[in-house]
């Protein structure tokens, strides 16, 4: 299977805890995303979003600064046994967080979906959010 390598660089106006918190945090999760969600703050630790379209569990979590999951998609072309490995990165910046995100092994007939999902489900909801607009 042929794989690519999504990555965005996304500037938010909280600061990195907050941000990391609004992946962290099942309240704040779901309500970014409009789908209930479950998230472990566990090493191994499971999460399951968007009625379980996307699942995981925890690799590393340094609380406002890293996470790194590994995440699965319930949809067609996706293997069943097969993970991508989701990191995200927070540093402080002068307009609140600059947040570095990559994602590795996703199949290359899902890159397209994937990439613009991550704005149209989470960063341009985590920036309304943060701005008062969600």
Known sequence: METRTIQHTVQFAGTPKEVYELIMDEELHSEITGS??????D???EFDVFEGYCQGYNIEL???????????????GWPEDHYSTCTFLFEPSEDGTKMTFTQTDVPAEKYDALDSGWYQFYWDNMTDYLEGNL
């Open 36 to 41: 209930e969600a479950t998230m472990s703050r």
């Open 43 to 45: 090493i191994d630790g």
């Open 62 to 76: 340094i609380e406002g600064q890293k996470i790194v999951q590994a995440w699965q998609f319930a949809e067609d």
